[in-house]
């Protein structure tokens, strides 16, 4: 798995533009959008996914063969790749945090603990949207894999306006019954919500083991 | 070393059914046409498509149950698919090194600089040779106890190519029980290297023999149609009507030579036989 960490690692440090990009981007956003949550979100979210162009790379001019002949099992190639959109996701967040707080301690715009707990409550959400990513990216690959996964966002949406419209027909206030649910805190929220992306991440994980093991290359 | 028996793999319009041995310290070659089932055949090897059926065994061992370790045993070259070409040499050492416990990185790089690679050039950007020398460089370059090459000298001139045959002889060299499956549209490449072959033709083995016993007991008869009328068929494998009457592939070239002392006898070469196999009627 280290060899094909290297790999990807090797991959993202070639694509010299693309850093370049997402440090001006930085830069800008730090310097023109006050909204922290955006920057930390956005530079997290784009980190994250650059585990999907690996997969890109990877599948690029029949690559899978020759990748899945040297010492690599198929679950250990899909460790890798959530492995490696963890560490860059980590990374990116971090680096959006300090920049945010650089930013909010100068500008004067947000405190540094009200960033540091928007940036925690920001991070299940990019590795939920990883982990829905992921098996689309392998079982589709390149544009069909990304077209694939918008279209299940969209199909998330479409579901929850149906449920709302459904509730409007039934007369069932939905907010009203979110507010009389039990009251929990920031720490249960966020923990919860950790806990739904990590058990996210592992089904989504499983999923991805089982369409690598029938892919032919 | 390597056994297949009875690989089945059922396409739409192909099926696959091939039985094969590489011994231990053996060069076995893979010929056919282009679509005969070569490179089928080498994928159902390295497990990167499912079988229908039969059996693949390498190392004693069905090579679906192959874990990592036994994947370092293998040194591949696969004719269409190779590193990613936006890496270049010095990215792929280390991930080699990682890959392989016994990756020999002064012999890489020795071999590399021999060939004149560059090492900071994307491999996109090589030419057909340099990206065939870098594959059998890093198929060769972990000790590997058999090598798996489909075409490996493909896109190669005359020089690199006899300098890459002469790399595989020192790999079987440098240890007794090494051995080689290489498939090669060059069949000059094969008669050189390998001590038998197999024939496959539309998914099926046609062929096998030594290389020696190829080379000096086939023979192509060339005779007319009296002659032919006239001919003892018991040892002609395949003939084919010619304007001048038959041609005829034997296996018995000395029965031929010592009873039809009249008949022109060929030294049969192996594209001769592949296409005396393929084209002419059993």
């Given at each position: 798995m280290?060899?094909l960490l290297i790999k ?9 533009k693309f850093?370049?990009?997402?440090g001006?981007?930085?830069l800008?956003l730090?310097?023109?959008?006050k ?5 930390i ?6 980190g994250?996914l ?7 790379y990877d599948e690029?001019?029949?690559g899978?063969?020759?990748?899945f002949?040297l010492?690599v099992?198929?679950s250990?190639?899909v460790?890798?790749?959530y492995?490696?959109g ?6 990116c ?11 909010g301690e100068?500008?004067?715009?947000a ?5 540091l707990l ?6 299940p959400v ?7 990513m ?5 079982k ?6 990304r077209?694939?996964a918008i279209a299940v966002?969209g199909?998330?949406?479409v ?7 459904a509730a409007?027909i ?6 009203d019954?979110?507010n009389?649910m039990?009251k929990?805190?920031w720490e249960?929220?966020v923990?919860?919500t950790m806990?739904?992306a990590?058990?996210l991440?592992?089904?989504?994980a499983?999923?991805s ?5 029938k892919?032919?290359? | ?6 690989l089945?793999?059922k396409?739409e319009?192909?099926?696959l059914?091939c039985?094969m041995?590489v011994?231990p310290?053996c060069?076995?070659g893979?010929?056919?046409?282009n679509?005969?089932g ?16 039969g ?11 192959f ?8 040194g ?10 936006y890496?270049?040499i010095?990215d ?9 416990g016994t990756f020999d ?11 004149g ?5 994307k491999?996109?950007e ?11 460089l890093a ?8 090598l798996i090459?489909?075409e490996p000298?493909v896109?190669?001139?005359v020089?690199a190519?006899d300098e890459?045959l002469?790399l595989l002889?020192?790999f079987?060299e440098a240890e ?18 390998c ?11 046609i ?5 020696d016993?190829?080379?000096s ?6 005779v007319?149609s009296s002659?032919y009328?006239?001919l ?8 084919k009507?010619e304007?001048f009457?038959y041609?005829?592939?034997t296996?018995?070239?000395r ?7 009249q ?5 049969g ?6 296409a005396?196999?393929i084209r002419?009627?059993?």
């Open positions: 280290k060899g990807d690692i090797k991959l993202m440090l070639n694509q010299k850093f370049i990009t997402i001006f981007i930085a800008m730090v310097s023109v959008v909204d922290t949550s955006f920057i979100s956005y530079i997290t979210f784009i994250a650059f585990t999907l162009s690996t997969i890109n690029y001019d029949n899978n063969a020759f990748l002949s010492p099992t198929r250990g190639y460790a890798e790749k492995g490696f963890l560490m860059m996701g980590g990374s967040w971090l680096f959006s945090l300090l920049i945010a707080i650089v930013s100068v500008r004067k715009t405190a540094a603990w009200d960033i928007t940036a925690i409550e920001i991070f990019i590795l939920i949207l990883l982990a829905m992921i098996p689309f990216q392998l589709f690959g390149g544009e069909k894999g077209i694939a966002v199909a998330v949406f579901v929850c306006i149906i449920v709302g419209k409007d039934m007369e069932i206030d939905l907010i019954l979110l009389r039990p929990l805190g249960a929220i923990g919860l806990a739904a990590a058990a991440l592992l089904l989504s499983s999923i083991v089982a369409i690598m093991k892919k032919e290359f | 070393m390597l056994r297949i028996e009875h089945v793999k396409y319009d192909f099926t059914d039985s041995e011994r310290g060069v076995t893979l010929i056919g046409q679509g005969a070569k490179s089928t055949t080498f994928k159902a090897i390295l497990g990167l498509i499912h079988r229908d059926g059996k693949v065994e390498a190392f004693g061992k069905d090579v679906e149950e874990t990592v370790k036994d994947k370092q045993k293998l591949v070259v696969l004719s269409d698919s190779g590193f990613s070409g890496l270049n010095h792929i050492i280390p991930v080699l090194a990682n890959l392989y990185k002064d012999f890489f790089m020795k071999q590399v600089q021999r060939f690679l560059p090492t900071d050039k491999i996109k090589f030419s057909t040779g340099m990206k065939a020398k870098l594959k059998v198929a060769i370059s972990h000790r590997a106890k058999l090459l489909d000298t896109g190669l001139d020089v190519r890459l002469e002889r020192d079987m007794e029980d090494r051995s080689i499956l290489i498939s090669s549209h060059i069949s000059g490449d094969l008669e050189s290297l001590d038998d072959l197999y024939m496959v033709h539309e998914g099926k083995i062929l096998h023999e030594d290389t016993v190829l080379l007991d086939y023979a192509l008869l060339k007319n002659q009328e006239k003892d068929k018991q040892y002609i494998l395949r003939h009507k304007s009457g041609t005829c592939l296996n018995q070239k029965y031929y030579l010592e009873n039809y002392p008949t022109v006898i060929e030294k070469s192996v594209d001769e036989v592949i005396m196999m002419g009627e059993a």
